[in-house]
């Protein structure tokens, strides 16, 4: 007897706690449906794992140590150059390859930060939808053309994480492109299920993490001046939910089912803004005398919002190319030890080693072992001023967590930022007080707990929710 076909669905960064409570109250009949059929399974998280790495973890099975990928922006290693992420630079096949070589065919669509792998037996169609664009939209392999053609052009003609809603108006187009984007894809997804030969098929709703980001808002459900998700959060989910009710009804009841989010979704707070100041003040980043000081306060005084707004109307490369003079920027590279590398949720620092960047100052070793280690204390040592919370829940050696081949690629330490700071500033005993004026425009940033729903696989009956599986730790062998 051949094994059962496999649907995995990914809700790209939807959160678990919205999706229990709408699947609960009736706005999401199909999650509730699949909740009583299957087995739900909380994907807990310690905060290690970057958000961009999310779903090349689930897709190779491997951790960012292996596979390489951690976010959309990353060092150049050998130079102090930042520059976009190539997906197809992932060090890992992702699974369909795997599959593919087995004899398996398989269906891929949307997958976030996926390489275009374009195996004999599978049709792939790679950032047509997806949240962050970071290639043109296309279909594998070259036969798929008349895939292509079938699809049309997505409703969202640009990388919906760089263009801000400004306005009121901006926002309610983005809305409704949303909700034709999540109608779109699902006739798509329908449209492949049929005609397109498949033993696996996954794919990813990106709306539900869009509008995640520019959505979370004060709403009247959450009461006065809690930040919570506004209408077009539930309207999206709620959509999402009908399409895969639609594609679920349409496939073999033989057909193993996995809906998926592998982090979620919450107010944004997270203190990165501070980060390089707070490096500063430790002196290990170290600054040049002179005008750069003067473009870093102007820069400051520009608010961020417009800053995005300029920035959306720039080439990728041009936007690139700016971040990597903004990194090194006013820098005494001879003397800096540590800087900022950035990111778009956690903080991420890179050590400046010797033999890894071009004008090393740490050896690495135990100098870099303790340097490490001393940013690492003073870091969770930092309170906020207004709440007189910790403002980090924890420091992450990426060696210690992520080792592997791929580790020049990544920051030395990950910090992970408590939920309930204000960011304003921060102080220490060792620091005095550290302010800066954040620059991140969206209302929403990523939690990074996520979850599952199982239906059929390996024989898993229906059973009560199983917490504490962590979402790395399932993935990664």
């Known amino acids: 007897m051949s094994p059962p076909r496999v649907c995995l669905l990914g809700l790209d960064a939807a959160d678990a706690s919205l999706v229990e409570r709408w699947a609960d109250d009736g706005t999401l009949p199909t999650l509730a449906r699949l909740r009583q059929e299957a087995t739900w399974v909380a994907l807990e998280e310690d905060g290690a794992l970057p958000s961009g790495a999310v779903w090349p973890t689930m897709v190779t099975g491997t951790h960012p140590g292996h596979h390489g990928i951690f976010q959309r922006l990353g060092v150049v290693p050998g130079t102090w150059r930042v520059r976009t992420l190539d997906p197809d630079a992932c060090a890992v096949a992702p699974l369909w390859l795997r599959l593919d070589a087995a004899g398996a065919r398989s269906v891929v669509v949307d997958v ?7 195996g004999q037996r599978s049709a792939q169609v790679v950032d047509w939808g997806t949240y962050e664009r970071l290639r043109p939209p296309g279909a594998l392999p070259r036969a798929a053309a008349a895939l292509a053609r079938r699809l049309g052009p997505y409703p969202i003609g640009w990388d919906a994480s760089t263009r801000v809603p400004l306005t009121a108006r901006a926002r309610r187009r983005l809305h409704a492109l949303l909700l034709r984007g999540v109608a779109t894809k699902g006739a798509a997804l329908r449209w492949l299920a049929r005609h397109e030969p498949w033993d696996f098929l996954v794919a990813v709703f990106g709306e539900t993490h869009a509008v995640g980001h520019w959505f979370w808002e004060t709403a009247p459900s959450t009461g006065a001046g809690q930040p919570g998700p506004g209408p077009a959060v539930r309207d999206v989910y709620r959509a999402v939910d009908v399409e895969l009710g639609r594609l679920l009804d349409e496939l073999d009841p033989t057909t193993a089912v996995v809906v998926l989010a592998g982090h979620g979704m919450g107010p944004n707070r997270d203190g990165r803004h501070l980060l390089a100041p707070v490096l500063d003040r430790l002196g290990v980043l170290v600054r040049t005398h002179g005008g750069s000081r003067v473009v870093h306060a102007l820069r400051a005084a520009c608010p ?9 109307y720039l080439p990728r490369r041009a936007r690139a190319a700016l971040t990597s003079a903004w990194l090194s920027s006013g820098v005494d590279r001879a003397r800096t030890r540590a800087f900022v590398v950035p990111s778009h949720q956690q903080g991420f620092v890179r050590l400046n080693l010797v033999g890894r960047e071009p004008a090393g100052a740490v050896r690495p070793g135990s100098e870099a072992e303790a340097l490490c280690e001393a940013v690492a204390e003073a870091l ?26 791929q580790g020049h690629r990544l920051p030395d330490l990950l910090v992970a930022w408590a939920d309930d700071a204000a960011f304003r500033a921060v102080v220490s005993p060792e620091l005095g007080e550290v302010a800066a004026t954040p620059t991140d425009p969206r209302p929403g940033n990523h939690r990074p707990d996520g979850f599952a729903i199982v239906r ?7 059973s009560p929710p199983m917490e504490g599986r962590s979402w790395a730790n399932a993935a990664v062998r």
């Open 112 to 118: 976030p930060f996926a390489p275009a792998t374009g």
């Open 304 to 312: 961020a919002m417009v800053r995005h707004a300029v920035s959306r």
């Open 380 to 405: 969770t040592r930092l309170v906020d001023r207004d709440t007189g919370r910790p403002v980090v829940r924890r420091v992450f050696h990426a060696a210690r967590t992520f080792p592997g081949p």
């Open 456 to 462: 059929g696989w390996f024989g898993l009956a229906p």
